[in-house]
């Protein structure tokens, strides 16, 4: 595997032209017709389920509860309270209700906004973007900064627990529409979105690593390093040798004081008629010390290496 800037580049246009819609050439494929057939079975698009409503229970217990008890856990280290309002509502409960309602509204939104802007220009959806990332900051600066007097706890770290409880909370429904609303076609628009989005987030993060990892060069040097080493080329040989005849691996626990029972049994012997041919392969692939004074002399040097670890390697054949 080679890590360049030149192949992470092709792929990223490969994996974004995927992504879009575009068919791969090599799996004559595109994002959406694999996406579909990934959830054929889930869907039960073939009606071939035996228990259809057996399987979606089981799925979405399987599925959803593991989420509803990470949401609980989040929402019960809430430590936020409003000091200005009754006593009631002071609790992080309704402040994490109240956070939800309104969550749930501009995500409404955004989906809204994002399938009447989905057949303009590239030049609209960026604009979309930019505004909603200048609203989101504003937002969040009004929040950390001005609201802050008026609730009392770490406002960042209950920002950041409500924000994963409410992640959790669209998983939640994102999985039970999956098993559950495979009919409705706003539930599998829905559906289809999520799994977009999360193929578009893995994706990318992915080819962000390789990015770095071949812009640095640590695993080019690291491979040169490998094959260049002669104890690592050494070690390839002799497994390779091993794997061609048959030799079968050493026994663990051997002692010490065994040496010398071992060395007069067949296998001791084969394995030492191993290492003397391992060895004169290796003698035999080194170059030689001293350079012939002819052409003619190099090549009958060459031949002669070359006889003789043939006749070693025959005789650990014979053994």
């Known amino acids: 595997m080679g890590?360049?800037?030149?192949?992470?580049?092709?792929?990223?246009?490969?994996?974004?032209?995927?992504?879009?819609?575009?068919?791969?050439?090599?799996?004559?494929t595109s994002w959406h017709s694999w996406n579909r057939a990934q959830l054929a079975k889930t869907r039960n698009d073939r009606g071939n389920q035996t228990s259809h409503w057996g399987n979606v229970a089981l799925s979405c217990l399987c599925s959803c509860a593991p989420l509803v008890l990470l949401t609980l856990a989040a929402v019960s280290r809430l430590d936020v309270s409003v000091t200005v309002a009754p006593g009631p509502l002071r609790s992080p409960y309704v402040l994490f209700l109240v956070a939800t309602l309104v969550f749930w509204?501009?995500?409404?939104?955004?989906?809204?906004?994002?399938?009447?802007?989905?057949?303009?220009?590239?030049?609209?959806?960026?604009?979309?973007?930019?505004?909603?990332?200048v609203t989101c900051g504003v937002l969040l600066f009004?929040?950390?900064?001005?609201?802050?007097?008026?609730?009392?706890?770490?406002?960042?770290?209950?920002l950041v627990t409500i924000i994963y409880a409410e992640v959790n909370l669209v998983l939640i429904v994102h999985r039970a529409a999956t098993h559950i609303a495979t009919k409705?076609?706003?539930?599998?628009?829905?559906?289809?979105?999520?799994?977009?989005?999360?193929?578009?987030?893995?994706?990318?993060?992915?080819?962000?690593?390789?990015?770095?990892?071949?812009?640095?060069?640590?695993?080019?040097?690291?491979?040169?390093l490998l094959l260049f080493n002669p104890l690592f080329a050494k070690a390839v040989r002799r497994g390779?040798?091993?794997?061609?005849?048959g030799l079968p691996p050493a026994k663990d626990g051997a002692g010490a004081g065994s040496n010398s029972?071992?060395?007069?049994?067949?296998?001791?012997?084969?394995?030492?008629?191993?290492?003397r041919a391992v060895a004169a392969v290796s003698?035999?692939?080194?170059?030689?010390?001293?350079?012939?004074?002819?052409?003619?002399?190099?090549?009958?040097?060459?031949?002669?290496?070359?006889?003789?670890?043939?006749?070693?390697?025959?005789?650990?054949?014979?053994?």
């Open 3 to 28: 890590f360049s800037t030149t192949k992470v580049k092709r792929d990223f246009a490969l994996w974004s032209r995927w992504l879009s819609g575009e068919v791969d050439p090599e799996t004559n």
């Open 105 to 133: 509204a501009v995500l409404a939104g955004a989906l809204s906004t994002l399938n009447s802007f989905r057949v303009r220009s590239q030049r609209a959806n960026r604009l979309v973007g930019f505004w909603a990332a």
């Open 142 to 158: 009004v929040y950390l900064v001005v609201l802050s007097r008026w609730y009392a706890g770490n406002g960042f770290a209950n």
């Open 184 to 224: 409705s076609p706003r539930a599998r628009a829905f559906v289809d979105l999520g799994y977009h989005l999360s193929d578009y987030v893995i994706g990318y993060s992915l080819l962000l690593v390789l990015a770095v990892l071949s812009f640095t060069g640590i695993v080019s040097w690291l491979q040169t």
């Open 240 to 245: 390779q040798l091993v794997r061609t005849l």
């Open 261 to 275: 029972d071992d060395a007069s049994s067949p296998s001791a012997a084969r394995a030492l008629t191993l290492e």
């Open 283 to 319: 003698v035999a692939a080194q170059p030689p010390a001293a350079v012939p004074r002819s052409r003619a002399a190099s090549v009958v040097a060459h031949r002669m290496q070359a006889s003789a670890s043939k006749c070693h390697l025959d005789d650990a054949l014979v053994l």
